[in-house]
């Protein structure tokens, strides 16, 4: 069932490794069939040279296990909530790639200061709140999307111009229209943090780039005047 949805996220999982995002076994992509309402999703703590397109775990939306003789990710509740949320995603990961998570870790966003960032993320990548004691102790990882969504919304954060977030002490979850797509805001978002270290460790006083170069950036590879790229 879906045998081309599994295939297509397990090779997105086998990015995760290649890219030094993920140590042993921290991190998991999923992309979903949309017209079927099921996601595939990497199983929870099998290693990546162990993963193969069959060990892809088919769920639907309401987290019943379709397809598969793993246990899922024991983030796949964070991803189903993503889904319901944001229709026009396909494709989710989360990691705990180390420059990433550091800023998740300061409880920082890690802020613009620069073209490569603006290219992909149209503005500051947000840091968003801890979760309370009843948030971690009730369903931890259903509450971790949903704190994400509101407070996406609190912040006024177009979750399609904003493809990534950092979970406060946890780290970051990222989205595309496919899962590549969704792998790819990840690696980005690794390089942007690590710049942004980087940047601050040179400059502490830096200012952020200009919102002018900020749009030109970001508009000219997004949205209906966008002119970067082959078409």
């Not at 710049?195 to 949205?223: C, L, N």
Request: with cysteine; proline share 7%.
């Amino acid at each position: 069932m879906l045998e081309e949805l599994k295939r297509e996220v397990y090779v997105a999982n086998m990015e995760l490794p290649k890219h030094h995002l993920v140590t042993f076994t921290w991190g998991n992509v999923s992309g979903i069939d949309r017209e079927k309402g099921i996601f595939a999703i990497k199983p929870s703590g099998v290693p990546y040279e162990d993963l193969t397109p069959e060990a892809m775990v088919l769920v639907d939306l309401d987290l019943n296990v379709v397809e598969g003789r793993f246990k899922p990710s024991s983030d796949t509740p964070t991803h189903a909530e993503l889904y319901k949320a944001i229709p026009s995603i396909g494709g989710v990961v989360h990691t705990h790639s180390p420059y990433a998570t550091s800023w998740a870790q300061a409880g920082r966003d890690v802020p613009c200061y620069g073209t490569t960032h603006a290219d992909y993320f149209y503005g500051d990548v947000p840091c968003v709140r801890s979760l309370t004691k009843d948030e971690i102790e009730g369903e931890y990882e259903k509450n971790t999307g949903l704190v994400i969504l509101s407070e996406f919304k609190r912040l006024g954060i177009d979750p399609e111009a904003m493809p990534a977030v950092l979970c406060r002490n946890h780290g970051p979850f990222t989205w595309g229209k496919t899962p590549y797509k969704a792998v790819e805001s990840s690696v980005v978002l690794e390089e942007v943090a690590k710049m942004a270290m980087w940047t601050e460790s040179i400059e502490p006083k830096v200012g952020k780039a200009p919102q002018v170069i900020q749009d030109k950036h970001y508009f000219r590879k997004h949205g209906k005047n966008a002119y970067y790229g082959q078409g």
